[in-house]
Nanobody, 120 residues
Framework: QVQLVESGGGLVQAGGSLNLTCVFT????????MTWYRQAPGKQRDLVAR???????DYADFLKGRFSISRDDDKKIVYLEMNSVKPEDTALYSC??????????????WGQGTQVTVST
């Protein structure tokens, strides 16, 4: 059974940096595409960044190069490096793992999230 545990959130001043971590427990990590999402109170959940099982990153347009996603397949960890944070980055950040099985069935897992709060 796959489990995802995020950490690294907290309170940070605008302009600062924060590093989030998503630890994957279970088998088959290298088969999964990994994605960071965020959701602010009263708003929809947005994709922040994703990294394919091959290690190719992709980012939401609104980030404008401020964040960086990476993965360590040996440690089964996904990182989100957040730089030049803004108050509008305040949200619950959640990790998602997804793959398509050989039969075409999707397998998808979510973590509980880690709260990021950016102060002015």
């Amino acid at each position: 059974q796959v489990q995802l545990v995020e950490s690294g959130g907290g309170l940070v001043q605008a302009g600062g940096s924060l590093n989030l971590t998503c630890v994957f427990t279970g088998s088959g990590f290298t088969l999964y595409h990994m994605t960071w999402y965020r959701q602010a109170p009263g708003k929809q959940r947005d994709l922040v960044a994703r990294i394919s099982k091959e290690g190719h990153p992709d980012y939401a347009d609104f980030l404008k190069g401020r964040f960086s996603i990476s993965r360590d397949d040996d440690k089964k960890i996904v990182y989100l490096e957040m730089n030049s944070v803004k108050p509008e980055d305040t949200a619950l950040y959640s990790c998602n793992a997804r793959r398509i099985g050989s039969s075409g069935r999707p397998y998808e897992y979510w973590g509980q999230g880690t709260q990021v709060t950016v102060s002015t």
